[in-house]
């Protein structure tokens, strides 16, 4: 168990909609990564957060945004969904500005868009 | 920018035999880390292995072990006595001090038993 908890595990909803992911980052973890991963693709980097703020932003859409609160959670927020939003979205936490912090992955959320 | 290269996008080992996955990275760094993580079927993320890229000496866990080549920016991933459990994909990654991470494509590795 990594410590990382996301939420919900599956979702299943339809074309045009909007859904929210949600993430608890390890006891103690200041920052937060979301990746998408597509059918046999790699990590795609979408955003990180470092204590409530953006730190980094990937290939993320506009159709998509984040944030990540005061108790360090954070949410992903994918909006006006298409076919091809349907993936796998993991949340990763670490422990920033700690030497070779690696990244902790939750069990990923599994969006299909049909 | 740093990227992450995995050249083999498949492998394959016989059960109890060794097998090198193969890394590369290019960064203008000097401190950085490096990483393997493995995605077995249930496609959760396993981190396997470490590498602080100060330490000259490579990184080993139980059957897992690194050759870590700086100046060639080499990172590659050796497992020992293939099992049938590490039949998965295995992406390489660089984390900057920034706290950034790079991953690479990934290889899939089959393990025949």
């Known amino acids: 168990d990594s410590g990382v908890t996301q939420t919900p595990k599956h979702l299943i909803t339809a074309t045009g909609q909007r859904v929210t992911l949600r993430c608890s980052p390890r006891s103690g973890d200041l920052s937060v990564y979301w990746y998408q991963q597509s059918l046999d693709q790699g990590l795609q980097f979408l955003i990180q957060?470092?204590?409530?703020?953006?730190?980094a932003k990937g290939n993320i859409l506009e159709r998509f945004s984040a944030q990540q609160f005061p108790d360090l959670h954070s949410e992903l927020n994918l909006s006006s969904l298409e076919l091809g939003d349907s993936a796998l979205y993991f949340c990763a936490s670490s422990s920033r500005g700690q030497l070779n912090s690696p990244l902790h992955f939750g069990n990923g959320t599994r969006l299909t868009v049909t | 920018a740093q990227t992450v290269t995995q050249s083999q996008p498949e492998m394959s080992v016989q059960e109890a035999e060794t097998v090198t996955l193969s890394c590369t990275y290019d960064t203008s760094e000097s401190d950085y880390y490096l990483f393997w993580y493995k995605q077995p079927p249930s496609r959760q993320m396993i981190l396997v292995i470490r590498q602080e890229a100060y330490k000259q000496q490579n990184a080993t866990e139980n059957r897992f072990s690194v050759n870590f080549q700086k100046a060639a920016k080499s990172f590659s991933l050796k497992i020992s006595d293939s099992q049938l459990g590490d039949a998965a994909m295995y992406f390489c990654a660089f984390e900057n001090t920034g706290n950034q991470f790079y991953f690479g494509t990934g290889t899939s590795l089959t393990v025949i038993p």
């Open positions: 957060y470092y204590n409530g703020e953006e730190r």
